[in-house]
């Protein structure tokens, strides 16, 4: 099930997530401003800086926090008048200090029993999630010797013991090893497939493109898009790029990128690396072979420096 967002009202679908003009303010300031998104199913990416609200929306999902004005809807009930909705939810938040000297096993355990489980039934499922996040082998293990990767984990399998319909994954890669992050986002992609709705957020745009290509931006408490990466990424494709090309003869290839109809400046930053400028990074990359086969020059490293997050956000920001 693919992430839908912006449902129509005419739709018989329940988003299992909605916000409805929702601020967020503490005193003067402004943690959320005016955000209104529907969410359901699959996995959508929460993409935006430190401090542009990403966290705040996530307590506000979860019942940490009460909007300031407008109305979050779980499973379309206000959980504030129902708290019904929150049993449904798992939740990761940035943050969070765990019990180290309880295993992994007592942790999750622990909380099934919290949602209500027996005693048998709270040690099967947390069996089931620990092995289902790749914690299995060293359930018994005190989580305050386990590596970053780990505990995690280890905090997605609590988020899961309660089988969540809605689970919410705040910047779950950070500080992980490049396995521990292949781990979790192939949990998160899974979980997805499973039908489950997944809000992950990040402030790296190439965990969330690894991951799904629903993402939803915030910058400064706003709501800057929604929809399709890959739809933005080809907006932002005719705008004014750079591509950095290592080779030991920059010049001389650089004269084969001039030709390019595409490419309109070169520069050399160092003596060993090409800098191509265009308008039409799609054009230039699809030519790219060709150009460099003909040229005959061996380059050892291609890199896209305006393929970011940031530059994504300054043309959304453009004309605002």
Same mark, same amino acid.
């Given at each position: 099930m693919n992430a839908n967002q912006n449902k129509s009202a005419n739709s018989n679908v329940v988003p299992a997530l909605m916000l409805d003009h929702v601020s967020k303010w503490? $005193?003067?300031i402004v943690g959320l401003n005016d955000v209104s998104i529907a969410i359901n199913g699959g996995v959508t990416g929460l993409l935006g800086m430190n401090g542009a609200g990403k966290s705040t929306l996530f307590k506000l999902i979860v019942g940490k926090l009460k909007p300031s004005q407008g109305t979050v809807r779980l499973f379309g009930?206000? =959980?504030?008048?129902?708290? #019904? =909705?929150f049993s449904r939810i798992g939740y990761v938040p940035e943050h969070e200090k765990l019990y180290d000297w309880m295993t992994a096993f007592e942790f999750v355990t622990i909380i #099934?029993? !919290?949602? $209500?489980? +027996?005693?048998? /039934?709270a040690e099967e499922r947390a069996k089931h999630v620990l092995k289902f996040v790749g914690l299995? *082998?060293?359930?018994?293990?005190?989580l305050g010797?386990? +590596?970053?990767?780990? &505990?995690?984990r280890a905090k997605i399998a609590q988020a899961l013991v309660n089988d969540p319909d809605l689970i919410i994954l705040d910047e779950? !890669?950070?500080?992980? %090893? =490049? !396995? #521990?992050? /292949?781990?979790i986002m192939n949990v998160i992609r899974e979980l997805g497939s499973m039908g489950k709705t997944i809000v992950v957020s990040s402030h790296i745009l190439s965990e969330i493109e690894r991951i799904t290509e629903q993402i939803v931006i915030l910058h400064n408490g706003r709501l800057l898009a929604l929809g399709n990466l890959h739809a933005i990424r080809d907006l932002l494709d005719k705008h004014p790029h750079r591509i950095s090309l290592t080779t030991k003869q920059p010049r001389e290839l650089a004269s084969k990128f001039l030709n390019h109809e595409s490419v309109y400046g070169v520069h050399f930053p160092a003596e060993d690396e090409l800098l191509v400028e265009t308008h039409d990074l799609g054009n230039v990359h699809k030519d790219m072979p060709l150009i460099l086969d003909d040229s005959?020059? &061996?380059?050892t490293a291609i890199e896209? =420096? %305006? *393929?970011n997050l940031e530059s994504i956000l300054e043309y959304l920001m453009e004309g605002r």
């Open positions: 503490y $005193g003067n009930i206000d =959980p504030w008048k129902n708290k #019904a =909705p #099934a029993r !919290l949602f $209500g489980h +027996s005693r048998d /039934t299995d *082998d060293v359930m018994h293990k005190e010797k386990f +590596s970053k990767g780990m &505990r995690q779950p !890669l950070q500080g992980c %090893d =490049p !396995l #521990a992050r /292949t781990t005959g020059i &061996r380059v896209n =420096p %305006d *393929d």
